[in-house]
């Protein structure tokens, strides 16, 4: 399913049924058919494995329904021994509904901001994460995990393998897309995980064949950018966002200091990028310091620069129409419209340096910098979140990992979980 | 630092300036402001040009202009600006925006002119080049910033001119040997400096820290030790960090007591038996350095460290050292001896500490005497005498008094009348653990309805005396002859548990599953989580999570549920580990 087609189906205007076919299977369409609301307002006492005990339904065979905007983006369950086994394992707060009921809230769907959108396949979901990354320092992970969202792990060799085909979601996190190890090099010189993280790309690149680390990422940065063109799902936060358009954008130019390749990086760098061939940003100014942890100024907060750092503020999640914009509306499901900023390598995105078309999702009123931002490219979609831990606001090198069971309604990981099942939605069809 | 600090003084300035009542009345200052505030710089600039076009000297304008262009990375546009501010009206403000804006224009020429011309009027200054050399960092030029600091220092002439800015940029150099001389430089000229000095060297990676630990070894001043003690306290070494101090020369030189006083400051944080140790050690010194009664008072407080620690030997010493000591003051005197009655309890010293605690009772204040007493009665309860514990608190009727009374008519086996004095005793007593002790002795005594059981109480007895082979063994002979649902499952259930904690993993899965298979409900759900707790310290995850998920499934509304739940996201990996 390609995002465009449900965007232009929806636009269309069609509230399909998504167990109008599923029906002999789960005897749904009968009055004696019950099913699970899974309501996702303050009454939902685990908001997060709430994603998971949906993700399982779809992952089971059966379907399930995404009520947009409807009690802060409700699911609709099949009430069979499975999931209401799921549920009470989990914890996740369920109300079995009847058939009167699902028909009411549907008139109520109809006639509001609201929309029901089928849910019909789980994605298959990949990390981007080297082999021996610790589960705990990506958000990422952190909420898959806790969620129970299956995935798997991928890195460089299976990237450039032309592995991505077997996915239709791919995350990325802290990576450095511009081969310069998140510009710790020098900041962190003789740290054995900085050693470690340089050995390890570096004996990557060797493998694959590439000259240096920097021009390996760049290589995988292209594989990525290919696998949204045909039609992929991309989460990227943290440094991952700022530094995969970096990669895709500097073909023709050297970016990366000399301790990444051998090289300095070429003073007129900003001036020689493509940023065509970016996914969000453009003429955005690179860092051109080796020692300093910051790229370029499309980051809004620059928290590792001591001049430049903004304080942290709360962002805004926008309000879409749900049936003329389905995507944005499920991205942006929550139970909560204010979230409270957190700081990652990269926090946030310069509204300056967004490109036409990108569509910003959620922003600090009042500040200069987005969030949140989504965009699409060929036949695939591309979403960014700024920071690192939406419950770690100011995440150091070292700190304790996030423990989920005691953020189990986070709004911040919310939005990366609404991000997972996103792909799930299915196409609806056109009326004629 | 400094020069950041006179930024933000001029920016202050400029705001209280006459040109504030007109950013009110919606002048284009007023209204430069308002779209700064909003982030549009391009527009801020722009009315910032227009204030200045009628007044070239006007600095809350320069200033304002600088704000605004600095986040376009269009400051060299200001050149000309600067510029014809720096004919009509020099002065500092606008020297220091001269060399900010020369310096991003990456015009290194021109920013030491205007910092020769700022220094020229103001000879004996630090700030024209700590402004420079601000102003390089910004632009992540630190060789620019240090040749910068250099140059202030050799006009200066102070060997120790802007030793602190020159410390900050060795340490990012990562040149430790150069960042201890600065630093230490910084601090003798200006102890204020320490807590930047520790904020910037603190930073270091650990891989760093013995580099420059050694440096400061190496450099051997009171301040450098100084320095490396406070790294050392900062880094989670607190015992290393009074012992460096103590050995070092600084510690014997005429400044000792201050270094000793300021590391003392700064062992803060959770009380460890490090923490309590060196705590102990430094008072120790400190003492020496003082006199009278206020030496008396710290060699008391060095005791009451000791003893904390746990270095019963220590506070012994420093006990018999305040005893000798012609300056205690009798209430000193008290407090020796109550620290004293503590550290023999500790030893299991009761009857020294009974005949101690008796002759000082009277010089006690209440509090003191009723903490002093509960910690005697507590001993006795452990050494076995009942009775003298009793006797002890017989007069007490504070809630932690009831607490300890109720376990003696526990251990008595008069379940009834220690069931009221615990639950009079009240959920918040004492510590956590005995609290929570207290709360699941009530649950059992609760499901017993006996109103006596010497068994019981001998079982429990054996458990405060440290015998748990014994009490497991009495119990499960109680709980055998006594029906589940009469608290026959929750005295297994506390078997299993004590099984558990022997590392009896075989034996106490028996218990717990005998349990679960028990007509009590409750007790089922706990001897469940009990079970799964076992399995999963034992390594048997699968089983673990098989254990919890039928817990969860078995006794949805139990007490255990959200433990068990979380229980089970750690056994799946949903969590990180604890």
């Known amino acids: 399913m390609k995002r465009r087609d449900l965007l232009r189906a929806a636009v269309a205007g069609v509230v399909a049924d998504p167990f109008a076919r599923a029906g002999r299977v789960h005897s749904l369409g009968s009055r004696r058919a019950s099913w699970l609301l899974v309501p996702m307002d303050d009454r939902q006492s685990d908001h997060l494995k709430a994603y998971g005990l949906t993700f399982r339904v779809l992952e089971r065979g059966s379907r399930a329904e995404w009520f947009l905007n409807y009690r802060a983006g409700s699911f609709l369950l099949p009430s069979d021994s499975a999931t209401q086994r799921d549920a009470t394992l989990t914890g996740v707060t369920v109300e079995p509904i009847d058939d009167g009921r699902v028909a009411e809230i549907r008139a109520e769907i109809a006639q509001a901001n609201m929309d029901a959108v089928p849910l019909e396949k789980a994605p298959k979901v990949a990390v981007y994460a080297p082999p021996n990354a610790a589960p705990w320092d990506d958000a990422v992970t952190m909420a898959l995990q806790y969620a129970g969202v299956s995935f798997e792990k991928i890195w460089d060799a299976e990237v450039v393998g032309d592995g991505l085909r077997n996915y239709d979601w791919l995350h990325l996190h802290h990576e450095d897309f511009t081969g310069q190890y998140s510009k710790f090099y020098l900041t962190y010189a003789g740290s054995p995980w900085l050693q470690e993280m340089v050995d390890r790309n570096q004996r990557m690149s060797r493998q694959l064949g590439f000259p240096s680390v920097p021009a390996q990422k760049k290589a995988v940065a292209r594989r990525i950018g290919a696998f949204v063109e045909g039609g992929g799902f991309l989460f990227a936060m943290c440094t991952a966002t700022e530094t995969l358009d970096l990669a895709l954008a500097s073909e023709n130019a050297d970016i990366a200091a000399s301790f990444a390749d051998g090289s300095p990086m070429d003073p007129d760098a900003s001036a020689k990028m493509r940023w065509e061939r970016a996914l969000a940003f453009q003429g955005a100014r690179l860092e051109q310091s080796p020692s300093l942890a910051s790229y370029s100024d499309i980051d809004g907060h620059q928290v590792n620069t001591p001049d430049r750092r903004q304080p942290l503020g709360a962002f805004t999640l926008f309000n879409f129409s749900a049936k003329i914009d389905p995507v944005a509306t499920m991205l942006v499901q929550n139970h909560r419209q204010v979230i409270p900023d957190f700081y990652g390598l990269t926090t946030s995105f310069m509204k300056s340096a967004l490109r036409p078309g990108v569509t910003v999702l959620a922003d600090e009123p009042g500040a200069p910098w987005a969030k949140y931002i989504h965009g699409e490219r060929g036949q695939g979609t591309w979403t960014f979140l700024g920071g690192h831990d939406p419950e770690d606001p100011q995440h150091q090198i070292g700190d304790a990992p996030t423990d989920l069971s005691t953020h189990p309604h986070s709004p911040g990981y919310r939005l990366i979980l609404n991000n997972v099942l996103f792909p799930a939605a299915k196409k609806k069809e056109l009326k004629t | ?578």
Not at chain 2, 251 to 257: E, I, K, L, M, Y
Not at chain 2, 304 to 314: K, S, T
Not at chain 2, 322 to 336: F, I, Y
């Open chain 2, 1 to 578: 630092m400094r020069s950041a600090a006179l930024r933000a003084l001029l920016m202050l300035l400029a705001a209280a300036s006459p040109l504030a009542g007109q950013f009110r009345s919606g002048s284009d200052a007023g209204r430069a402001l308002e779209l700064e505030r909003r982030g549009d710089y391009a527009g801020a600039a722009q009315l910032w040009r227009t204030v200045l076009a009628q007044h070239p000297d006007d600095l809350p304008a320069l200033l304002g202009l600088e704000r605004a262009l600095t986040p376009q990375n269009r400051l060299g546009e200001m050149i000309p600006l600067v510029q014809a501010a720096a004919r009509a009206a020099p002065s500092a403000g606008v020297w220091g925006i001269a060399i900010r804006v020369w310096t991003a224009a990456s015009s290194p020429d021109s920013a030491r002119a205007a910092v020769e011309r700022w220094s020229a009027v103001e000879p004996t200054s630090d700030a024209p080049f700590q402004e420079w050399g601000l102003a390089a960092m910004s632009q992540r030029d630190r060789a620019t910033a240090r040749a910068a600091y250099e140059l202030g220092r050799a006009r200066l002439g102070r060997a120790n001119a802007l030793a602190a800015e020159l410390g900050q940029i060795a340490a990012l150099d990562a040149d430790y040997p150069l960042a201890a001389r600065e630093w230490t430089l910084a601090l003798e000229a200006t102890p204020g400096y320490r807590p930047s000095a520790m904020a910037v060297l603190g930073q270091i990676a650990p891989a760093d820290r013995p580099a420059l630990l050694e440096a400061l070894r190496v450099h051997g001043s009171p301040q450098a030790e100084r320095i490396a003690a406070g790294l050392m306290a900062r880094w989670g070494d607190p015992l290393g960090a009074v012992r460096r101090l103590l050995a070092s020369a600084g510690a014997r030189g005429p400044d000792r007591g201050g270094l000793l006083q300021e590391l003392f400051d700064d062992l803060r944080g959770t009380a460890t038996v490090d923490l309590n140790h060196a705590r102990g050690l430094l008072l120790e010194a400190i003492a020496e350095r003082e006199q009278g009664a206020r030496r008396s008072q710290r060699r008391l407080q060095a005791a009451q460290a000791y003893a904390d620690a746990g270095d019963q030997a220590a506070a012994r010493r420093m006990l018999g050292v305040l005893a000798q000591d012609p300056d205690a003051t009798p209430s000193l005197a008290a407090g020796a001896t109550s620290t004293l009655v503590t550290v023999l309890v500790d030893e299991g010293k009761l009857e020294e500490a009974d005949r101690r605690f008796l002759e000082l009772r009277g010089a006690l204040n209440p509090e003191e005497s009723q903490r002093m007493s509960l910690r005697l009665a507590s001993g006795w309860v452990r050494a076995g005498r009942l009775g003298r514990a009793d006797t002890l608190i017989a007069a007490d009727s504070s809630v932690e008094a009831l607490a300890v009374r109720g376990r003696i008519q526990l251990y008595r086996g008069d379940l009834a009348g220690a069931a009221v004095l615990l639950r009079n005793a009240g959920p918040f007593t004492g510590d956590r653990l005995a609290a929570t002790g207290r709360v699941g002795i009530l649950g059992l005594l609760q499901v017993l309805e006996a109103d006596s059981s010497p068994e019981l109480g001998s079982a429990l007895f054996k458990l405060e005396r440290r015998d748990s082979a014994g009490a497991v063994k009495a119990l499960e002979a109680l709980a055998a002859g006594t029906e589940p649902e009469r608290g026959g499952s929750e005295l297994m259930l506390l078997a299993g548990r004590l099984r558990s904690g022997l590392g009896e993993s075989s034996e106490a899965e028996r218990l717990f599953r005998a349990v679960m298979g028990s007509p009590a409900p409750a007790s089922a759900a706990a001897a469940a989580f009990s079970l799964g707790e076992m399995q999963l310290r034992d390594g048997k995850r699968p089983e673990a999570i098989a254990t919890l998920e039928q817990l969860l499934l078995a006794h949805p509304t139990s007490a255990v549920i959200p433990q068990a739940r979380r229980l089970l996201d750690v056994a799946r990996g949903a969590v990180p580990p604890v």
